[in-house]
């Protein structure tokens, strides 16, 4: 069992000092050769200017570590340089209160819906840099509206609606803003086979013969944004339903037009709403291919008259090319179409940010009051958005909302059902890896989408030190102008190596170089535990950065020193040159042996009770029946007051076992004697103190204390022993004779009892049984009638 117990600690040991050595810091692991690759590590890294401060063996690198580790080191705060990150705010206009009834109107380059505007950040490796934002919706707030609707055949009924949609709208909408424009638009497909019927018959009118409708076509932007809500109704009216062959339509064509034609279709630096309003599917990237188009679309704008003219030539867009463009351009997109094509158009929106789908009604008689639901979804959701970011930075939001809502990860980017006033913000860490852009800087932008408005952040990265400025180029203590002087060390030139740039890189493996890094001819170069650059041992460095070799050859470690509880130098040393040096009152090749003896005094204030000697605060006790941390124990032994019964009793009393030999044996301690118990001494009054009651041979009892003080014993003897009284005899008879008469006399009571009991149930048994009784009634045999009954043969009753 002790075998397994002692293999299981070794294991443990052999576990945590593997543990530990995995333990090293990013700073030491990084080998930094100078202050700029120091700092970039990370945070927490710091980098010793002090010229003095390397070792002999120790590398440049040695002077890269965590800040606490270079203070243990030796090397004072004043020469550690460790710059850090800085947020400034260059621009920072409140956000607007803006009120929708008040006479005089805001342009809206002169709303302010989020707060700050412009930030410079000062990035340090591995450091965020903490922001926030303040979002606050305004009220009366401009909106843009552009309504693009199919007119392929099967959206004839709900053209005739829309002619009026105008000024409906325009009605509607003054109760969420003062300032609405409007605009509109038509699609079709692309005018190639397969998507329509290139007959001329069918070019000029692709339905049936009754049916008057337009030629097909792509996209045409009929009415560009405006207030006026009649115009609207004016041109939509003049539109005519045209037709195509295949039932999705060119809609994603259209919206990208839309996007990117900004100055045709005359957006504001407003809140954008695209309505898009089909009953059918729609064609995306690839589906060109049908009618011999390959040519992916370029996201740019091609209309001429208003009309898409480069349909035959580039295929549709994708999903991700139309978010990129919808998001760039801030415009938000309402989905109106049938239920039939509802969860199409749902799965379209989770990927484009800021959408809604609205279910339009068969003859979109109901599209005002989805314009209006679908705004006002949209406008309460905000989701901020951040352009690409450098190699090497990150960043995270939380987002703080109404009600106290705290969220993280992908959610802390948005807040949904804020209301017109409603202020809510949100928290944003910056944090760089490195150094990614060398020193240049760099601008990210931030905005919510949707929104015209954006945060510019402008990325400044800490690459160098302060100490780097005033390095002197071709320092002569740098090995003869090998190097740059710069922080405390020599940065060296191109080609140079060494700690002061004083080898050739082709000179660095020589044997005569390899030469003077060994201790003798006998031994490894470095002590295999360095390398030998220019001569001159540069010691490896451990994982753990609390380990380290040190020396001119490397021979030396502070970690291969002894160990006691697996604690290098027993915890109260420190190794140097794999010796342990000792803490005062320790000693020990481990340090485990400690020379205070406070451990060692026994409940009596002696050391090792004296009957033994304190050895590296353990006592060993020389009295072999004596045992314990500090030789109180002794199961062999009588108690302290069985022992030293005899010598009381013969002194005190001139009796016991010892009577006739009292002064030989028993003069070992002062003996006192005193009137009764009260006064013998009490434990609060002399510490080491025991009290004892002890029975002579005439069963009689006698008290004492024994206590020990500056080693001399002291009995308290008390003069008079308590001895039992001898008993009365005429009370112990009389109560013994009485005894006996009134168990006689219960004895008689009881029989007494238990008689009448028994003759009252046998009395009760026979009352019972008389009750009981039946006396038979039978006759006399020799009794004979005197009357004699004669009847008449004749009589017949009458």
């Known amino acids: 069992m002790e075998m397994k117990v002692v293999l299981i600690a070794a294991l443990l040991g052999l576990f945590s000092l593997c543990t530990a050595q995995l333990d090293g810091n990013d700073c030491t692991k990084a080998s930094a050769q100078s202050c700029g690759e120091c700092i970039q590590v990370g945070e927490k890294c710091g980098w010793c200017t002090l010229e003095a401060f390397l070792k002999q063996g120790e590398s440049k690198s040695t002077r890269c570590d965590e800040i606490e580790a270079l203070i243990k080191k030796g090397c004072p705060n004043k020469s550690i340089e460790n710059p850090r990150g800085n947020v400034t705010i260059n621009q920072n206009k409140p956000v607007t209160n803006r009120k929708k009834d008040v006479a005089e109107k805001l342009k809206p380059d002169q709303i302010t819906q989020?707060?700050?505007?412009?930030?410079?950040?000062?990035?340090?490796?591995?450091?965020?840099?903490?922001?926030?934002?303040?979002?606050?919706?305004?009220?009366?707030?401009?909106?843009?509206?552009?309504?693009?609707?199919?007119?392929?055949?099967?959206?004839?009924?709900?053209?005739?609606?829309?002619?009026?949609?105008?000024?409906?709208?325009?009605?509607?909408?003054?109760?969420?803003?003062?300032?609405?424009?409007?605009?509109?638009?038509?699609?079709?497909?692309?005018?190639?086979?397969?998507?329509?019927?290139?007959?001329?018959?069918?070019?000029?009118?692709?339905?049936?013969?009754?049916?008057?409708?337009?030629?097909?076509?792509?996209?045409?932007?009929?009415?560009?944004?405006?207030?006026?809500?009649?115009?609207?109704?004016?041109?939509?009216?003049?539109?005519?339903?045209?037709?195509?062959?295949?039932?999705?339509?060119?809609?994603?064509?259209?919206i990208m037009q839309v996007a990117v034609c900004g100055d045709q279709i005359g957006w504001r630096n407003v809140t954008r709403l695209l309505v898009f309003s089909t009953d059918a599917g729609f064609h995306f990237a690839g589906d060109g291919k049908l009618g011999g188009i390959v040519l992916p679309n370029d996201g740019k704008c091609h209309l001429t008259d208003n009309m898409y003219t480069?349909?035959?030539?580039?295929?549709?867009?994708?999903?991700?090319?139309?978010?990129?463009?919808?998001?760039?351009?801030?415009?938000?997109?309402?989905?109106?179409?049938?239920?039939?094509?509802?969860?199409?158009?749902?799965?379209?929106?989770?990927?484009?940010?800021?959408?809604?789908?609205?279910?339009?009604?068969?003859?979109?008689?109901?599209?005002?009051?989805?314009?209006?639901?679908?705004?006002?979804?949209?406008?309460?959701?905000?989701?901020?958005?951040?352009?690409?970011?450098?190699?090497?930075?990150?960043?995270?939001?939380?987002?703080?909302c109404k009600n106290g809502v705290s969220e993280t990860g992908d959610n802390?980017?948005?807040?949904?059902?804020?209301?017109?006033?409603?202020?809510?913000?949100?928290?944003?860490?910056?944090?760089?890896?490195?150094?990614?852009?060398?020193?240049?800087?760099?601008?990210?932008?931030?905005?919510?989408?949707?929104?015209?408005?954006?945060?510019?952040?402008?990325?400044?990265?800490?690459?160098?030190?302060?100490?780097?400025?005033?390095?002197?180029?071709?320092?002569?203590?740098?090995?003869?102008?090998?190097?740059?002087?710069e922080c405390g060390a020599c940065r060296c030139n191109e080609g140079r190596i060494g700690r002061v740039c004083e080898c050739s890189k082709d000179d660095v493996r020589t044997e005569d170089l390899d030469a003077n890094c060994r201790m003798d001819n006998g031994t490894d170069i470095c002590s295999n535990n360095g390398d030998c650059i220019c001569g001159t041992c540069e010691c490896k460095k451990r994982d753990n950065p609390e380990e380290r070799y040190e020396g001119k050859f490397c021979e030396c470690d502070n970690f291969n020193c002894d160990r006691s509880n697996n604690k290098l130098c027993g915890g109260h040393g420190r190794c140097e040159c794999r010796k342990c040096i000792c803490e005062a009152n320790y000693t020990g090749s481990a340090c485990d042996c400690s020379m205070?003896?406070?451990?060692?005094?026994?409940?009596?204030?002696?050391?090792?009770?004296?009957?033994?000697?304190?050895?590296?605060?353990?006592?060993?006790?020389?009295?072999?029946?004596?045992?314990?941390?500090?030789?109180?124990?002794?199961?062999?032994?009588?108690?302290?007051?069985?022992?030293?019964?005899?010598?009381?009793?013969?002194?005190?009393?001139?009796?016991?076992?010892?009577?006739?030999?009292?002064?030989?044996?028993?003069?070992?301690?002062?003996?006192?004697?005193?009137?009764?118990?009260?006064?013998?001494?009490?434990?609060?009054?002399?510490?080491?103190?025991?009290?004892?009651?002890?029975?002579?041979?005439?069963?009689?009892?006698?008290?004492?204390?024994y206590a020990t003080k500056n080693e001399t014993a002291e009995v308290y003897v008390v003069k008079d022993p308590e001895c039992p009284a001898g008993p009365d005899i005429i009370p112990i008879v009389a109560g013994l004779v009485a005894g006996i008469v009134l168990i006689g006399l219960a004895l008689l009571l009881i029989w007494k009892l238990l008689m009448i009991i028994h003759d009252r149930r046998e009395f009760a048994k026979f009352e019972k049984e008389k009750m009981n009784a039946k006396w038979d009634a039978g006759e006399n045999p020799i009794y004979k009638s005197a009357v004699t009954t004669v009847v008449n043969p004749k009589y017949e009753g009458k």
């Open 114 to 254: 989020i707060q700050p505007q412009k930030l410079t950040l000062d990035l340090r490796a591995g450091e965020p840099q903490k922001f926030s934002l303040k979002f606050k919706r305004a009220e009366d707030y401009p909106i843009d509206l552009y309504y693009l609707m199919d007119l392929s055949f099967s959206m004839k009924d709900d053209l005739e609606n829309v002619k009026n949609l105008g000024t409906d709208l325009m009605r509607e909408m003054q109760t969420i803003t003062s300032d609405f424009r409007i605009g509109f638009g038509s699609f079709v497909e692309k005018t190639v086979m397969p998507y329509i019927s290139t007959t001329p018959a069918k070019l000029l009118n692709p339905c049936t013969s009754d049916q008057n409708c337009t030629s097909p076509f792509s996209y045409k932007n009929v009415l560009s944004l405006t207030a006026d809500g009649q115009k609207f109704n004016s041109l939509v009216s003049r539109q005519h339903i045209s037709g195509n062959l295949d039932s999705p339509e060119g809609g994603f064509d259209a």
């Open 310 to 400: 480069m349909s035959h030539y580039y295929d549709y867009p994708s999903i991700a090319h139309l978010v990129q463009k919808l998001s760039d351009n801030n415009i938000q997109t309402i989905f109106a179409v049938t239920e039939e094509f509802q969860p199409v158009y749902k799965e379209l929106k989770n990927l484009i940010p800021k959408s809604a789908v609205g279910t339009l009604s068969a003859n979109s008689s109901n599209v005002i009051k989805l314009i209006i639901d679908a705004y006002n979804s949209l406008s309460s959701e905000v989701i901020l958005e951040n352009t690409k970011l450098p190699e090497g930075v990150s960043i995270s939001y939380v987002s703080h």
């Open 412 to 485: 802390g980017r948005k807040c949904s059902n804020i209301s017109i006033g409603d202020e809510v913000s949100f928290d944003i860490a910056v944090t760089a890896t490195g150094c990614p852009s060398q020193g240049k800087s760099e601008t990210i932008k931030i905005k919510p989408l949707g929104f015209n408005e954006e945060v510019t952040i402008v990325l400044n990265f800490i690459c160098e030190c302060a100490c780097h400025k005033d390095g002197i180029p071709n320092s002569p203590e740098c090995h003869f102008g090998n190097g740059t002087l």
């Open 596 to 705: 205070d003896t406070q451990s060692c005094v026994a409940s009596n204030g002696q050391i090792c009770n004296g009957r033994g000697t304190c050895e590296c605060g353990v006592c060993k006790c020389t009295d072999q029946k004596f045992q314990g941390p500090t030789c109180e124990i002794c199961p062999t032994c009588p108690g302290v007051c069985t022992e030293h019964k005899s010598c009381v009793q013969c002194r005190a009393f001139g009796t016991g076992e010892l009577k006739d030999k009292c002064d030989q044996e028993c003069q070992y301690f002062n003996l006192k004697m005193v009137d009764n118990k009260e006064d013998l001494p009490q434990p609060n009054s002399q510490a080491y103190l025991t009290h004892c009651k002890e029975r002579d041979a005439n069963d009689c009892w006698f008290f004492f204390t």
